[in-house]
């Protein structure tokens, strides 16, 4: 059964380090997201991504964020400069349309030292 | 005030109980999902609804959207059931966001 992947599973991080969290949506389909979880709090949305430009975006997903789909297959989040808040769970989603059912990653554990 | 509302917060039940988690949403929706969060991290999607029931094994998903409510009921429980359960909507009143419930945190006691 199809199913997206994310890699690494765990990132360490000094604060001031630029991430690159890589996401493998399922192959065929068009809407991808980033959602985040810092420990103990709810699950929270990012961004969604569709036709290679951001579809939305919530107010986290300030300047230090971005998002690429760098080749057919890749979906990436990148943290320019990390902060320690930074540090949560960073799961990727995917779903053939925006109505559909959204398929979750794994998720990759960021920490920020 | 949460835009989804799930109750209870915390649930403790022994193996075989029939278990009922809820969730109460105040924005307009597309539909609703429920999701299972296991202790490592990852989230597994369980059911996507929009109107009536859906069932898969021993849970049971319903909604009613005139009362803005949903269900999630999980017959003959077992320990493996033990999990956070989380509700989250597709918003239409904001450009179709998945916005997420705090979670229920559920213990099946053998």
């Known amino acids: 059964e199809p199913e997206v992947t994310q890699t690494p599973s765990h990132q360490v991080t000094q604060m001031g380090q630029e991430v690159i969290l890589r996401c493998v949506p399922i192959?065929?389909?068009?809407?991808f997201y980033w959602y985040r979880q810092i420990l103990g709090q709810k699950v929270e949305f990012l961004v969604s991504?569709?036709?290679?430009?951001?579809?939305?975006k919530s107010e986290i997903f300030d300047d230090q964020f971005s998002v690429e789909r760098p080749d057919g297959s890749n979906f990436t989040l990148k943290i320019r400069s990390t902060k320690l808040e930074d540090s949560a769970m960073y799961f990727c989603?995917?779903?053939?349309?925006?109505?559909?059912?959204?398929?979750f990653g794994p998720g990759t554990r960021l920490t920020v030292l | 005030k949460n835009e989804v509302e799930q109750s209870p917060q915390n649930l403790t039940a022994q193996e075989g109980e029939f278990i009922t988690i809820n969730c109460s949403y105040s924005?307009?929706?597309?539909?609703l999902h429920w999701l299972q969060q296991h202790p490592g991290g990852g989230i597994v999607s369980l059911f996507m609804?929009?109107?009536?029931?859906k069932k898969h094994g021993r849970l049971i998903a319903t909604i009613n959207i005139q009362e803005k409510h949903s269900s999630l009921h999980i017959t003959a429980s077992h320990p493996r059931d033990s999990a956070v359960y989380i509700c989250?909507?597709?918003?239409?009143?904001?450009?179709?966001?998945?916005?997420w419930g705090a979670g229920t945190k559920l213990i099946i006691k053998p």
């Open positions: 192959s065929n389909h068009l809407y």
């Open positions: 989250a909507v597709i918003n239409m009143d904001s450009n179709y966001q998945l916005i």
């Open positions: 991504f569709y036709n290679n430009e951001i579809s939305e």
């Open positions: 609804l929009s109107s009536g029931k």
């Open positions: 924005v307009g929706i597309s539909a």
């Open positions: 989603a995917s779903s053939r349309g925006y109505y559909n059912e959204q398929f």
